[in-house]
T-cell receptor, first 113, second 115 residues
Framework: NAGVTQTPKFRVLKTGQSMTLLCAQD?????MYWYRQDPGMGLRLIHY???????AKGEVPDGYNVSRLKKQNFLLGLESAAPSQTSVYFC????????????FGPGTRLTVT | QQQVKQSPQSLIVQKGGISIINCAYE??????FPWYQQFPGKGPALLIA?????SEKKEGRFTISFNKSAKQFSLHIMDSQPGDSATYFC??????????????FGKGTKLSVKP
């Protein structure tokens, strides 16, 4: 099992450009999450999904959109990137019952210039 | 009400010493308290977790102490090793909260264990 994978690993964008980050999991998990990690700020939840076709806003959703068309994939989109979106983005997934352990991907380091 | 406050921000410990990281929460409904460990360039991974029906949980050199009345919990790393050098995050959530079981993370503690 690959667990949670993220594509790409690194990306540099210019202000105003758009991009999509892809998260894939092969554990048949119902819940999926997108976080951003900034120095001294911990992990902040951007959006999450409790199942295929459903999404919900987290703590810092502005400037991001998400889609969950397939159970195993969760996409994070930036329509018009801003320097404030420079961050490391992590995807995570978990089961919908029992243990609440979240399994994290390796992260995507995004720089917006 | 949703915050989890973590301290210290950074910690330097000598090899063999005890590392202690503290967290405090506000929402008395929280009933699941995990600690995540993150090595540089990697995603966080669950280290150990506790529920409030016990005051302490130990797994190897790692122990969570929980004080429900004070709304505080802490991570103790005994006999700290250089390989323990990482960033540690505490978190809290509702165990049976469904979509409300989203984790609220502290801001992290960067631990350095000197040889």
């Amino acid at each position: 099992n690959a667990g949670v994978t993220q594509t790409p690993k690194f990306r540099v964008l210019k202000t105003g450009q758009s991009m999509t980050l892809l998260c894939a999991q092969d554990m048949n998990h119902e819940y999926m999450y997108w976080y951003r990690q900034d120095p001294g700020m911990g992990l902040r939840l951007i959006h999450y999904s409790v199942g295929e076709g459903t999404t919900a806003k987290g703590e810092v959703p502005d400037g991001y959109n998400v889609s969950r068309l397939k159970k195993q994939n969760f996409l994070l989109g930036l329509e018009s990137a801003a320097p404030s979106q420079t961050s490391v983005y992590f995807c995570a997934s978990r089961r919908n019952r029992g243990l609440l352990e979240q399994y994290f991907g390796p992260g995507t380091r995004l720089t917006v210039t | 009400q949703q915050q989890v406050k973590q301290s210290p921000q950074s910690l330097i410990v000598q090899k063999g010493g005890i590392s202690i990281i503290n967290c405090a929460y506000e929402n008395t409904a929280f009933d699941y308290f995990p600690w995540y460990q993150q090595f540089p360039g990697k995603g966080p991974a669950l280290l150990i977790a506790i529920r409030p029906d016990v005051s302490e949980k130990k797994e190897g050199r790692f122990t969570i102490s929980f004080n429900k009345s004070a709304k505080q919990f802490s991570l103790h790393i005994m006999d700290s090793q250089p390989g323990d050098s990482a960033t540690y995050f505490c978190a809290a959530s509702l165990y049976y909260g469904g979509s409300q079981g989203n984790l609220i993370f502290g801001k992290g503690t960067k631990l350095s264990v000197k040889p």
